[in-house]
Structure formats: C-alpha cells, structure tokens
C-alpha cells in the first residue's frame, strides 16, 4: 500500500500515524516547513487546513498523491466557503464580505446590530473574531479588509457532524455530537443516543452535498448551529475534527482510521458507534495525575510545551448508559473554567 504522508505533525498528525500503525497504513507525519523532495508513489493528506504560501505548498499542490486539491482552495478562506454553501443552497448565517469602505451602518442595515467578524483566514478557536456585542458606535477592527461579517446567531446548542467520503462516492458518518465551548475552545463533546435524531439525516444530507460537490475523499466535519431557524452550518473543517475524538473510544472504527481507510481506498465500515460518549479537552495546564485514575478515563496526553489556552490533551469516556457518563463527570478533576460547559453536558447526559 502506498504511505500516507500528512501535512502537520501535531496530535491529529499522530493520532493518524497511531490508527495506520493498528491497520498496516505506513503514516509520515511531517511539518508543512520542512521542505523534503515527495516521493512520486505516495498519497497527501493534511493535518490542518491553514497555510502560508510556500514553495513546498506549491509542490505539493502539484502532486499527483495529493489528495482534494479543490477542498484546500475553497475551505480555508472563510468567504469562498461561505460562497460554496450559499451556491450548494446550504444554510448558513447571513453574510457578506468586509472591506476597508465597510461602514457599521452598512452591516447593521444587512445583518442587524448584533453580528460578528472573522477573519478570511486562519481563525480558529475564536481566534480572529470580533463581535459587535449591540455597542453604539463599535469600532471595526483593522483586519475588516480580508473578513467577512455574519449575523449573530442566537443558538441553542452547537453540534457538529464527522463523516466520510471515499473514491467511489460512498459515505460513513458518525452521530451528531454536542460540543460546548468556552472562550471558542471547545471543552467538551458528548455523544448520547439518539438526541439529535431530528438533525441527523438533515446533517449528512447537507455534508454529502458538499463533499460530493468537491470530490472529496476522507472525513469532513462540519459545525452547526441549532436555533429557532433549524440546523445553520457554521464552519467546515476539511480533515480530522476534535469533536470527532470520542469515536476512538465510543466507535466501532474511530475518525482516524476511517479516514486512511477512505484515502486509501480500503472497505468502508458499517460503524458500531451505540451507547454514549464523552470527550473532555484538557486546556491549558499540567496533566493531573488523578485523571489516570478517574473512572472510564482512556487520557491521550500529547506531549506538548503547557501554555494557557492550550489543547494538550484530550480523555474520552463511553459506557451503554449516558447516567453513568452524568455520574463519571461530576467525579473529574476538573478546574473551574470547565464550571459551565461541564453543567450543560450534565445535564444533557442526564435528560436528553
Ligand atoms: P468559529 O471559530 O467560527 O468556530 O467560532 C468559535 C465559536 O464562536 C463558535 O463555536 C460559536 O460558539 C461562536 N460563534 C461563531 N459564529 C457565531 C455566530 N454567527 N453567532 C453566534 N456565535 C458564533
């Protein structure tokens, strides 16, 4: 089988290289900074989606190996995604593109005074964000000429979908999976059976539309907002997604592995994902050894420099029964940042 080399070395990186050790898939994981000579015989894939341009970057573009070439020109910038969606008829929040002339009362008349910017490019995690939050007057940033503003939603709950593509057009999805945030990290993402039944289908409909449309072979994942208006898409990672951690424990066949299995051209799984799970992102701190000995705790620690705001590691959890995840998760060790988000999965895990 030809190896899989993949742009970026960080945990999604390794946690590739791990599911390909397990199936026979040679993975090389390698920084987008290093500029080696591609072997002709091997297959691309990335680890990430934001990239400066560079002379490796434009060698790779041209690579017979790698994989989804229109995926990685259209994602990455906020507002040809943005444009994809509203081509493909798929919902997302009104939007439009910022310049330097944009003046708030021009984006008040068109998305109403609640509304936000993020940049074109490379935001992630929150980052490259600005919200009006209704002020009078709000200056816009400096960065309003490579953005795009969209209105505010105000959502119930944010859910996100990881599902597959192969080269013959087949697809295996997972469940939705709630994730909640703090400060646009997520902290934790649970998974219980069948709380989202009436968004299901609606989001892999709407993911397959898309990836059929670019072609696209591997796991996609997408973002949604829930809100009064139904399910809107907020965002569209084109790789290995964090919300799809939980699959390692909680899945027949984790994200991982179906991903190389997708660009690989290997059989696509039925995958048996029943029962609950929960996924905690360990932000920003030391590893506290009493995780180690938290029940149902599986901890991923990956080895990186401790910086606040960090993700450094992630603990999955899964049991038949989502009380018994309600019961594990009051148990944790978990700092005071984690106060609200933990709240809300508690109770979703206990009463749906
Ligand atoms: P993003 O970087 O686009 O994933 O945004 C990070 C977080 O900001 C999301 O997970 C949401 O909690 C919040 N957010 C992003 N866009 C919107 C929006 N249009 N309305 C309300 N909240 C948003």
């Not at 290093?34 to 297959?43: E, N």
């Not at 509203?86 to 998305?111: R, Y």
Request: net charge negative; proline share 5%.
């Amino acid at each position: 089988m030809r190896p899989v080399y993949v742009l970026g070395n960080g945990q999604l990186g390794n946690m590739l290289l791990e599911a390909g050790r397990r199936i026979g898939v040679d993975v090389i994981t390698m920084s987008i900074d290093d500029d080696i000579v591609m072997p002709a015989d091997v297959k691309i894939t990335a680890e990430r989606e934001h990239w400066q341009p560079s002379g490796f970057i434009s060698k790779i573009i041209g690579h017979s190996g790698w994989q989804n070439p229109q995926t990685f020109l259209d994602i990455p910038d906020r507002r040809r995604q943005k444009k994809l969606l509203d081509t493909l008829g798929l919902p997302t929040s009104p939007w439009c593109i910022t310049t330097n002339e944009t003046s708030i009362s021009e984006l008040v008349d068109k998305l109403g005074d609640q509304f936000l910017l993020k940049s074109a490019r490379d935001g992630y995690d929150g980052k490259g964000q600005w919200r009006s939050n209704g002020q009078v007057n709000p200056v816009l940033p400096e960065w309003k000429d490579n953005a795009i503003a969209e209105s505010f939603v105000s959502f119930d709950t944010e859910v996100s979908l990881v599902g597959a593509r192969n080269k013959s057009g087949e697809f295996a999805f997972y469940d939705l999976t709630e994730n909640f945030h703090a400060d646009g990290i997520l902290q934790i993402s649970i998974k219980t059976e069948r709380t989202f039944d009436g968004y299901q289908k609606k989001a892999e409909a709407y993911l397959s539309t898309l990836m059929d449309s670019l072609d696209y072979v591997g796991v996609m994942a997408a973002e949604f907002f829930i809100s009064g208006d139904g399910l809107l898409i907020n965002e569209i990672a084109p790789r290995v997604h964090n919300s799809g951690h939980w699959t390692q424990a909680g899945a027949s066949v984790s994200q991982f592995e179906l991903h190389l299995r997708a660009i690989c051209d290997l059989p696509f799984p039925r995958i048996d994902q029943s029962g609950s799970s929960m996924m905690i992102n360990l932000i920003g701190s030391p590893l506290a050894p009493e995780w180690f000995s938290a029940p149902g705790a599986r901890v991923h620690w990956y080895g990186k420099d401790v910086r606040p705001g960090r993700k450094l590691g992630h603990v999955n959890f899964h049991h038949s029964d989502s009380q018994t995840l309600a019961v594990w998760l009051e148990q944790l060790p978990l700092e005071k940042k984690y106060s609200k988000s933990c709240e809300l999965a508690k109770n979703r895990l206990r009463h749906g």
